[in-house]
């Protein structure tokens, strides 16, 4: 594992696109199924691959599918765009033995949610949470804000990131401009605050989020990376069209089964198709019906 918190800062940036995991229709992990996917994503221009996240149905993997997973992505990358490891995890102790399967990887950075089970720790008990991964680790930790039960303010955020030098950013996935707008207008300039929303991609970059990490990165990655071209050219006109585009999109897919929409996407444009982990549902005719014929205005 390598540490360097000012290669973190520098370069976590950009769009960010979180692997789907390649399951079979038994929900057994496809050996090698990861590769043709993250050359997709990197041929789509994106700036870095995280294994492990929402998308990725990282609370799904065990231990030992975890480690392989991480490997696999890890050697596919061969360390052309920064690689990115996520911790879905319920304590402090399993997020730090699972860093330790990272081993002997460059990891730019570990994505870690809050604990997600019932019981909700205090601001006092989450700052340590984070202080000990980090240094238990030596890995730059970006906070992945997405526990509605155990969801993070703004001003937690920001405290935890003045107090503990090795939580360099945050993915914020509130679903609100408000805590976005708020974190850019407080955080330090080393900090990156980067976007889960998908409905706000457009916005949030114009604003001037650092980057993304969020299903439709994964989905269409080309398009996302187009989008925060746009904006950074003063292209707004460009950068609305592909949003809108993007919503429409976006509207064709349910919450309780994305990963599941997200690989049939990816399957339209090459890839070949997985299924979703059960008891997530499979993408259903419906679906499919809808999502081609969004999909039909963002193809080449």
């Known amino acids: 594992m390598t540490s360097n918190l000012s290669f973190a800062r520098q370069h976590l940036t950009g769009v960010l696109p979180p692997l789907t995991m390649p399951f079979d229709e038994s929900g057994e992990l496809v050996k ?46 061969a360390d052309r765009v920064p690689f990115l490891a996520g911790l879905i995890v319920q304590s402090t102790r399993a997020a730090i033995d699972r860093a330790n399967m990272l081993k002997g990887m460059k990891v730019a950075a570990l994505q870690v949610t809050p604990v997600h089970y019932l019981f909700k720790p205090d601001a006092e008990a989450t700052i340590e949470h984070f202080r000990t991964i980090s240094d238990a680790t030596g890995i730059p930790i970006l906070i992945y804000n997405v526990i509605p039960w155990n969801y993070l303010s703004v001003d937690l955020m920001l405290r935890i990131m003045d107090e503990v030098p090795g939580v360099v950013g945050m993915k914020q996935s509130g679903g609100d401009l408000k805590s976005l707008s708020d974190l850019l207008l407080h955080c330090k300039p080393e900090n990156v605050v980067l976007s889960g929303v998908d409905a706000l991609l457009y916005p949030g970059f114009a604003m001037g989020m650092h980057g993304a990490i969020s299903a439709l990165t994964t989905a269409v990655p080309h398009i996302v990376v ?56 499979r993408v259903t005719e419906t679906q499919k019906k809808a999502i081609k014929a969004a999909m039909q205005p963002l193809m080449p």
């Open 32 to 77: 090698g199924g990861l590769k043709q996917q993250i050359e997709f994503i990197i041929d789509s221009g994106a700036n870095g691959v995280v294994a492990g996240g929402s998308t990725g149905e990282g609370h799904t993997l065990n231990d030992s599918e975890f480690a392989l997973v991480m490997k696999e992505a890890y050697d596919a990358t």
């Open 226 to 281: 187009r989008i925060q071209k746009a904006v950074q050219a003063n292209d707004h006109e460009t950068a609305r069209d592909l949003h809108f585009k993007l919503n429409a999109l976006w509207n064709t897919m349910s919450h309780d089964n994305l990963p599941a929409c997200i690989k049939y996407i990816q399957h339209l444009q090459g890839t070949p198709m997985y299924e979703p982990r059960a008891p997530m549902m």
